[in-house]
């Protein structure tokens, strides 16, 4: 049985991918930093990314056979806010790990974003130049480029993605599904465009990626895309909500605090040629997202906050 190591496994991909690797029979031992968690079916530790001296020692108690390391501070606000916090999480700890994991001789997949790419053209390859438009961003793209280098053989697994969250208001998913369903109206960004994958979709794709040893830079995202605005609209309709609710603006007449790249549509045909598969689509996710619910994971999650 494979030990894998989730780090940020509080977080919404964490959570997602720890359940669906449990699934799969693996053995799971999570980090989290300041949240607890109670009554999951897998080892939880509290490790905080900041100590850096610290981590060696923490991997190596860890005894894993392979780490997923999907903690950052992913939130561009607060990433914009704490630049020097961003990089010392973001960027630093990832090259440590990725360099313990190496002198280990254990699989490294590191998890970065779509953002790293400045949203000019859209179609973006894992080859094409980055430029990231916010410190978020740049500290990412700083992980990446510190993972590579502690370890070459690594994977880096650029990604975006919606579920249910622990604290039920982490992704878009939530934000459009919390407000419909009391009957808000809100704002839908029709020029903001991303391919997102249904977190426990993204979770399977990693891990059959860790199964097949990829190594290098792949894009792990829906086959489709589409504005933010329309996925407002996807999930109001399956869900049965107004979709009449959503009103669609241009991104600048959001007041966001932190500048977002606009066009981050991409190119996954790298890792639909490794996998031998294509990806899911908006609506395959949709249909996931939607069962879970109805399976009651939302509320399965919740439970989870001690
Ligand atoms: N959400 C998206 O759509 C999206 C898009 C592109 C890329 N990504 C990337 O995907 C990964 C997962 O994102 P997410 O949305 O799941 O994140 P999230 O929900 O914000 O969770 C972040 C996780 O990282 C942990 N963490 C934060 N600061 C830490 C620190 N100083 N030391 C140790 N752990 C720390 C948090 O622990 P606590 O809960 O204990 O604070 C939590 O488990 C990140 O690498 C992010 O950059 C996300």
Redesign the pocket.
């Known amino acids: 049985m494979t030990r894998l190591l989730i ?8 959570i997602n991918l720890a359940l669906v690797a449990v699934e799969e029979g693996c053995d799971v031992v999570g ?5 607890s968690l109670k009554g999951v079916p897998f080892e939880q530790q ?5 100590e850096l001296s610290s981590l060696p020692g923490a991997l190596q108690s860890a005894k894993a056979d392979a780490v997923i ?7 561009l606000d607060a990433a914009q806010q704490q630049p020097e ?1 961003a990089r ?3 960027a630093q ?1 990832p090259g440590v790990l990725a360099c313990e994991a190496r002198k280990f001789g254990i699989p490294f997949v590191h ?5 790293v790419f400045d949203g000019s053209e859209g179609g973006y390859r894992e080859d094409d130049l980055p430029n990231p438009q916010n410190t ?1 961003a740049q500290s ?1 793209l700083a992980g990446e480029q510190a993972v590579r280098q502690a370890y070459p053989g690594a994977l880096v697994a ?5 579920g249910w ?1 622990i ?1 039920g208001t ?3 998913a939530e934000f459009f599904f919390n407000n419909l369903s009391q009957g808000k109206s809100v704002n839908g960004f029709t020029d903001s465009i991303f391919s ?1 994958l249904y ?1 426990r979709d993204l979770a399977a794709l990693l891990l059959e990626a860790l199964s097949k040893n990829l190594s290098g830079t792949y894009h792990f995202f829906s086959r489709e895309s589409l504005s933010k605005y329309e996925f407002g609209v996807a999930l109001a309709r399956r869900f049965g909500l107004d979709e009449s609710l959503i009103t669609p603006v241009q991104t600048s007449q959001g007041n966001l605090l932190t500048t977002r790249s606009l066009n981050l549509s991409a190119n996954t045909d790298k890792l639909k040629n490794a996998l031998a598969h294509d990806l899911p689509g908006i609506k395959e996710g949709m249909d996931g997202l939607f069962e879970d619910y109805q399976k009651g994971l939302r509320k399965r999650l919740a439970d989870f906050l001690a």
């Open positions: 780090t940020g496994v509080s977080g919404l991909l964490g980090w989290s930093n300041r949240r509290n490790v905080s990314l900041e390391h999907c903690a950052a501070i992913a939130n916090l010392l999480v973001n700890a998890i970065s974003t779509d953002s978020y990412k650029r990604v975006v993605f919606y969250s604290s982490r992704s878009l997102p977190a």
